[in-house]
């Protein structure tokens, strides 16, 4: 068994679906991101280049196109909804030691990748370990950011994989719990969803998703797959050997949970260690994204070539021991954003 945390896809994956982007498109794009800035805190806010940095990263203007179906009025609601809600809840700024002991029993997990280069996030409702509180939601948003930061260049979604296995009425969240997840999903993180997959649902719960189905927007709803075959969608050296994967992790938490805060950069204030303010040098070093001219001045993201390195480290200071590999954007396979 290995306790090391798989940080980056396999050799030669192909990061799909990559979006292109019509000039009509570029240029909703463009006048998004000019609406957004005029809503931007003071610098003199603390929480301004925070806020930059967000409205800065290459996926979030498209993103809020292609969730509001390229309707601008639409868009614009939507991010500035999911701006004043940064500002109140500051994801990017979450103290690892306020959620620390959530993640004791590893009932959510960040490990591994798809093959299409998502970063998977393994849910097991069987191991809650805490009464419902607001720190559980704080809880899930820091692994939607560390999902985020795993992200090879390219890649917008990630997988979140909901394993039943050992759950019970008592530790399945509630109804209420769980559309409070939802909102924040599709609400503060639109198109980020790739794929969501149930494994190991029992009857008893049947009516859990019943309840829930209110909550689930069509885009979510046809996202999710239920029992499907993993190793069609997830190398088997990637994937858990808990779902049939060759993927024998062990989980220690307070190993794995160095590991995740160190491959970050996460300061103890939450804030980023120097250096690691775009994201992991691991990642962002090796995995250069290369664009246009005119997708930089967009803020689109239409990388071209890309390498990278399979990580699977105890910590940072082991990265120097990586063996290199390459990720390729998908080029036959270019997504039209429509």
């Known amino acids: 068994m290995v306790k090391a945390v798989l940080t980056a896809p396999e050799p030669d994956t192909v990061v799909q679906p990559i979006y292109q982007y019509s000039d009509e498109q570029k240029a909703h794009i463009k006048a998004l991101r000019e609406y957004a800035d005029t809503l931007l805190l003071d610098t003199s806010d603390p929480y301004h280049k925070w806020e930059l940095r967000w409205l ?25 909804g999911t701006i004043k809600w ?7 700024l979450i103290k690892p030691d306020d959620v620390k002991i959530e993640a004791e029993t590893g009932k959510i997990l960040l490990n591994g990748f798809d093959k299409d280069g998502r970063p998977i996030i393994y849910m097991r409702p069987g191991r809650e370990n805490t009464e419902t509180s607001p720190r559980q939601l704080r809880h899930l948003v820091w692994w939607l950011e560390r999902a985020k930061d795993f992200m090879p ?7 979140i994989l909901v394993d039943y296995k050992s759950t019970t009425l008592r530790t399945n969240p509630s109804i209420s719990v769980a559309s409070k997840v939802l909102t924040i999903l599709q609400q503060h993180y ?29 885009v979510t709803r046809d996202k999710m797959r239920f029992n ?11 994937l858990d050997s808990d779902f049939g994967g060759d993927f024998d992790f062990e989980f220690d938490h307070e190993t794995y949970w160095k590991q995740i805060v160190d491959f970050c950069g ?23 994204l290369q664009q246009s001219d005119a997708d930089t001045e967009l803020g689109t993201a239409s990388p ?12 940072a200071s082991e990265a120097e021991a990586l063996s290199s590999a390459k990720v390729t954007p998908a080029a036959p396979g270019l997504v039209e954003a429509s």
Not at 66 to 80: G, T, V
Not at 192 to 206: E, F, S
């Open 153 to 159: 260049p390219g890649q917008e979604t990630l997988v």
């Open 228 to 238: 499907p075959d993993l190793l069609d969608l997830i190398p088997k050296s990637q």
């Open 86 to 92: 940064r500002r109140d809840f500051q994801p990017e």
């Open 304 to 315: 071209t070539s890309t390498s990278s390195t399979i990580t699977s480290v105890a910590s």
């Open 266 to 288: 996460i300061a103890e204030d939450g804030t980023r260690l120097e250096g690691y303010f775009d994201g992991p040098k691991n990642i962002h070093a090796q995995l250069p």
């Open 56 to 80: 800065n990263k290459p996926d979030t203007m498209p993103r809020y196109m292609r969730a509001a179906k390229w309707k601008l009025p639409d868009a614009k609601r939507r991010i500035e």
């Open 190 to 218: 639109v198109e980020t969803l790739g794929r969501a997959i149930i494994t190991n649902l029992p009857m008893l719960l049947n009516f859990f998703y019943k309840g829930i189905s209110p909550f689930l927007d069509p």
